[in-house]
């Protein structure tokens, strides 16, 4: 399934353990969860109590080593009193495998038997060995089982596993840095005056913008739940959202359509639906607007002198003319692509200038940075006193950018009069 039209680029093998969008017989049922990991052994020696200890649930994300080498992605859920999610593998030379991952409680550690299926080299859909046999030479055995230990403390998740082949690997990934201050040093600017004055003068449709009300780390709303697993996501949540909202929605969505789903997601993001989207706009001041709304008039009075709002600036142009960008929902090696969906249904995407990014990255603010040097540079950031909230809100209002122009709507016009007949 992809979001967007558009080659993903570069072919890139992956297998190890996972599922995704299929249609025929064991993949079919790897996806509806029929298939599961069994569990053979867990966590009778855990230093934790059967549901406490270290959460596993999230992103993980390294290089592993073994039989051969290459990248593997984790991705987990916390299911209340056992964690389940999906793992992938990524080697450069041979097939890529998933697994379904089930754990039978929240204990520190577990051993289980899962079964593998191969993932499409060309689209990195689930698939079985029939689809992708001719994809490679024709000695290449793939394993079809895994007997896999997880053990994981605050910091670390340690992985390592053995196939029905004899292959075998190891990988030690580090816990996301996600929630730790920020690396981004921001530029020498102060004011609103100054960060009016500066953007104005960068070359218009080149940068893209985002507000926030914090110097946290960019994180999309998925991940900021704690989730992990983007193949359930799309499986359940999406399908789920797409039942309900069909009866509300004046347009039916085909989410076959790539132009589509993408707009889907983009809508229901816009709605308040936690999704691996970001939210991006092309307007420095309405990226402004977003750092500032959500912050009352009392809090800015009392706030002290270095509590900062931040405004991220995005080279759009020279990131997509240097990164790959992959629309594909099936992917899952780290990536950070640009999307700029239709507006169907959607009313504020116009007004809002907006456009979204979509990755499968936690720590998106440490995966940009990776990619910098001293040559390029993608990703600035302005952080702004707090305490200039009216003055900024009240410039904003004379330029039109309102909370009634950018929702169009009652809940958008309710909000622009409350800002302007209440001083809260």
């Known amino acids: 399934m992809a979001l967007a039209h558009g080659a993903m680029g570069r072919d890139v093998p992956g297998y190890f353990f996972g599922v995704l969008l299929h249609r025929r017989g064991f993949v079919g049922a790897f996806i509806r969860g029929d298939v ?51 793992a992938y593998v990524y080697s450069p030379s041979g097939p890529g495998l998933f697994a379904y991952i089930k754990t039978i409680d929240k204990s520190d550690r577990a051993t289980l038997k899962a079964p593998l299926a191969p993932l499409d080299p060309r689209s990195g859909e689930i698939t079985d060995w029939k689809g992708v046999v001719n994809q490679f030479p024709n000695n290449t055995i793939i394993p079809n089982e895994a007997e896999v230990d997880f053990e994981w403390d605050g910091q670390c998740l340690i992985v390592k596993w053995k196939t029905n082949i004899g292959t075998f690997g190891i990988a030690e990934l580090p816990k ?17 005056s100054e960060f009016k004055d500066y953007v104005t ?51 039916w969505f085909d989410l076959t359509n790539p132009m589509q789903n993408a707009a889907f997601l983009n809508l229901v993001q816009h709605h308040g639906y936690p999704t691996p989207l970001l ?23 009392a706030a002290p002198e270095d509590r900062k709002v931040r405004i991220f600036i995005f080279d759009k142009f020279q990131w997509c003319s240097n990164i790959q960008q992959i629309l594909s929902t099936t992917v899952r090696w780290p990536h950070f692509s640009i999307l700029e969906p239709v507006a169907i249904g959607n009313e504020r995407l116009i007004p809002q200038q907006a456009l979204s990014s979509f990755t499968t990255v936690d720590d998106i603010e440490t995966y940009i940075l990776s990619k910098e040097s001293d040559t390029k540079q993608f990703l600035q950031v302005i952080d702004l006193p707090l305490k200039e909230r009216d003055n900024v809100m009240r410039e904003l209002g004379l330029m039109g950018i309102t909370a009634g122009s950018l929702f169009p709507g009652l809940d958008g016009a309710c909000e622009e009069l409350k800002e302007r007949f209440f001083r809260l």
Not at 179 to 187: A, I, Q
Not at 236 to 251: I, K, P, W
Request: proline share 4%.
């Open 176 to 192: 996301s840095e996600v929630e730790n201050t920020s690396n981004c040093v921001p530029l020498p600017i102060t004011c609103w």
């Open 201 to 251: 003068k960068l070359e218009h449709y080149r940068y893209i913008f985002r507000g926030q009300s914090t110097t946290k780390r960019l994180r999309t709303p998925f991940h900021r739940t704690g989730r992990g697993d983007m193949r359930r996501f799309f499986l359940e949540d999406v399908s789920t959202l797409h039942r309900h909202l069909s009866a509300r929605t004046r347009h």
């Open 36 to 86: 599961l990991a069994q569990s053979i052994g867990a966590s009778r020696h855990s230093a934790f109590p059967s549901n406490e200890g270290p959460r596993m649930n999230g992103h993980w994300y390294g290089l592993y080593s073994g039989s051969n080498t290459g990248q593997i992605v984790i991705e987990i859920d916390d299911r209340g009193e056992y964690f389940d999610g999906s």
């Open 279 to 301: 939210d991006w706009t092309y307007s420095p001041f309405v990226a402004a607007f977003f750092a500032y709304q959500r912050v009352k008039r009392s809090e800015a009075a």
